[in-house]
């Protein structure tokens, strides 16, 4: 099979959760990407079950921003076809939260946010969201309806 071209992948993030939209004074930063990220947040790519692909992410922290930054090469070789880093809340969120409110910034692909909760077990279950990446920074708002 095709390698999607060597296509190189990047996508970065910050993350914070969000409430309602119109409530700035009511989101809660989630994660952003300090004090050891890589303590938290884990890389996985399809040869977990077989596949190819590879890639890694880092963690930047510069002066006034901290990211995760992830590159690779997606293969749907010997039926893969995904890199992803991926982090477990262990901490119960509100119930009035209304989404994800994620900043971005990559290659002008579409990319995917994956949600599992207690009921969502078995490898193929998640709530999914998809979003288009952009070469500049912008936020991309989840929202959970």
Not at 35 to 60: C, L, Q
């Amino acid at each position: 099979m095709k390698m999607f071209n060597q296509v190189l992948y990047k996508i970065l993030f910050n993350l914070i959760i969000f409430f309602p939209l119109y409530s700035v004074a009511n989101e809660m930063i989630f994660d952003d990407f300090k004090n050891n990220p890589s303590d938290r947040w884990e890389y996985i790519a399809d040869t977990v079950m077989g596949g190819v692909s590879k890639g890694n992410v880092t963690f930047i922290n510069k002066e006034k921003e901290s990211y995760a930054k992830m590159v690779g090469n997606v293969s749907l070789e010997n039926n893969g076809g995904f890199i992803q880093f991926r982090r477990e809340i262990k901490n119960k969120f509100n119930e009035g939260i209304k989404g994800i409110k994620i900043r971005v910034r990559g290659n002008e692909l579409e990319y995917y946010l994956h949600i599992r909760t207690k009921g969502t077990v078995l490898p193929w279950q998640y709530y999914q969201a998809v979003f288009l990446v952009e070469k500049t920074w912008e936020e991309k708002d989840i929202l959970f309806e």
